[in-house]
Antibody, heavy 116, light 109 residues
Framework: QVQLVQSGAEVKKPGASVKVSCKASGYTFTGYYMHWVRQAPGQGLEWMGRITPSSGDTNYAQKFLGRVTMTRDTSIRTAYMELSRLRSDDTAVYYC?????????WGQGTLVTVSS | QAVVTQETSLTVSPGGTVTLTCGSSTGAVTSGHYPYWFQQKPGQAPRTLIYDASNKHSWTPARFSGSLLGGKAALTLSGAQPEDEAEYYCFLFYSGVWVFGGGTTLTVL
């Protein structure tokens, strides 16, 4: 079936980087934008950016410019989101979401905890 | 970057009707913003209710409808059910970037 499976939870120290993966199945990976969205504990949704899997082109939210890098490996149908120079307020659940079926599916979410 | 505004919280009685709205700091919300409405329940990923302002997803209950109204996107719930208690997010497109609203907590009480 159509699904996105994300990598597992991460604990990082301030200043470090984290790379979250999102493996797609059940649809044409290169045919649809892949978005990354995060949600801090008890807070709202925040769009981070998107990647065009066929070309690797990216669009990032202004807030994350210079700190986020979205990439993909089409051979294994996987998208990646790397966030650098982590701060405590980057603690959040990070989701990938494909624009395949009007923003469906979403991954299960990856909790990234930033703590010293 | 644009700011998308939503009501912080709303309450509706069971069986009642409520309208959630979504505004943009750049001016009127139009079809060119491709407005989405997502529903999110605790511990779950968001789920699309409405796309392109008024189109329902395959799983969207008939009691939900979307529209453009008075320069805003609107989500109307007619005949609220207890299971509609959730967080609702508006999502707008601005020339290559997307922006979420802050979300509306809907209480059915």
């Amino acid at each position: 079936q159509v699904q996105l499976v994300q990598s597992g939870a991460e604990v990082k120290k301030p200043g470090a980087s984290v790379k979250v993966s999102c493996k797609a199945s059940g649809y044409t990976f290169t045919g649809y934008y892949m978005h990354w969205v995060r949600q801090a504990p008890g807070q709202g949704l925040e769009w981070m950016g998107r990647i065009t899997p066929s070309s690797g082109d990216t669009n990032y939210a202004q807030k994350f410019l210079g700190r986020v890098t979205m990439t993909r490996d089409t051979s294994i149908r996987t998208a990646y989101m790397e966030l650098s120079r982590l701060r405590s307020d980057d603690t959040a659940v990070y989701y990938c979401a494909a624009e395949y079926n009007w923003f469906d599916p979403w991954g299960q979410g990856t909790l990234v905890t930033v703590s010293s | 970057q644009a700011v998308v505004t939503q009501e912080t919280s709303l309450t509706v009685s069971p069986g009642g009707t409520v309208t959630l709205t979504c505004g943009s700091s750049t001016g009127a919300v139009t079809s060119g913003h491709y407005p989405y409405w997502f529903q999110q329940k605790p511990g779950q990923a968001p789920r699309t209710l409405i796309y392109d302002a008024s189109n329902k997803h395959s799983w969207t209950p008939a009691r939900f409808s979307g529209s453009l109204l008075g320069g805003k996107a609107a989500l109307t719930l007619s005949g609220a059910q207890p299971e509609d208690e959730a967080e609702y997010y508006c999502f707008l497109f601005y020339s290559g970037v997307w922006v979420f609203g802050g979300g509306t907590t809907l209480t059915v009480l």
